[in-house]
């Protein structure tokens, strides 16, 4: 059989592994890493892909457990270079969290934006910048201060849990 006439029943496990990985949500944050000049390794490739298949928040003691259970060949190490790395990209952002250590970890490999922490359920939602660069700018202008950069969070309750306690 050519390659021409392979179908996709005929394809190897590697070869629909790899097609997935094109096409996948995990595809994206490995463009990502590549586009940054980072190489693709096979530990790389299957965290991101863990990352990407999993919940909108985790721990990075949750992902070190979801590893060791899909790919137990990959080391702790690895695991927190890997977050370390995946952070300073920007692919991950971190979310403090009052309940859960220190943070977990959100994936943000778009534009820049903020966030919204539910202190309650610890359910974590996305804000565009708009108003915020604005008020920045006039902070700047104010104090004569050239702002670079920042990072905001805001803490409060959402709709579910708002409506929880009412009840």
């Given at each position: 059989?050519?390659?021409?006439?392979?179908?996709?029943?005929?394809?190897?496990?590697?070869?629909?592994?790899?097609?997935?990985?094109?096409?996948?949500?995990?595809a994206?944050?490995?463009?990502?890493?590549?586009n940054?000049?980072?190489?693709?390794?096979?530990?790389?490739?299957?965290?991101?892909?863990?990352i990407?298949?999993?919940?909108?928040?985790?721990?990075?003691?949750?992902?070190?457990d979801?590893?060791?259970?899909?790919?137990?060949?990959i080391?702790?190490?690895?695991?927190?270079?890997t977050?370390?790395?995946?952070t300073?990209?920007?692919?991950?952002?971190?979310?403090?969290?009052?309940?859960?250590?220190?943070?977990?970890y959100?994936?943000?490999?778009?534009?820049?934006?903020?966030?919204?922490?539910?202190?309650?359920?610890?359910?974590?939602?996305?804000?565009?910048?708009?108003?915020?660069?604005?008020?920045?700018?006039?902070?700047?202008e104010?104090h004569?201060f050239?702002?670079?950069?920042?990072h905001?969070e805001?803490?409060?309750r959402?709709q579910?849990?708002?409506?929880a306690?009412?009840?």
């Amino acid at each position: 059989m050519t390659g021409d006439a392979m179908t996709s029943d005929a394809m190897t496990s590697d070869a629909m592994a790899s097609d997935a990985m094109r096409r996948g949500p995990a595809a994206i944050l490995l463009r990502q890493l590549d586009n940054a000049g980072y190489r693709l390794t096979e530990p790389r490739r299957a965290i991101l892909t863990i990352i990407a298949g999993g919940h909108e928040r985790f721990t990075s003691a949750e992902l070190l457990d979801s590893v060791q259970r899909e790919a137990s060949s990959i080391g702790r190490a690895t695991v927190f270079r890997t977050l370390d790395l995946l952070t300073a990209v920007g692919i991950l952002q971190r979310v403090h969290l009052d309940d859960a250590g220190c943070h977990s970890y959100v994936v943000c490999g778009r534009a820049h934006h903020h966030h919204i922490v539910c202190a309650n359920c610890n359910r974590v939602m996305d804000f565009e910048q708009g108003e915020v660069e604005a008020l920045l700018a006039r902070l700047g202008e104010r104090h004569g201060f050239k702002v670079e950069g920042h990072h905001l969070e805001v803490y409060g309750r959402c709709q579910d849990c708002q409506a929880a306690t009412h009840n």
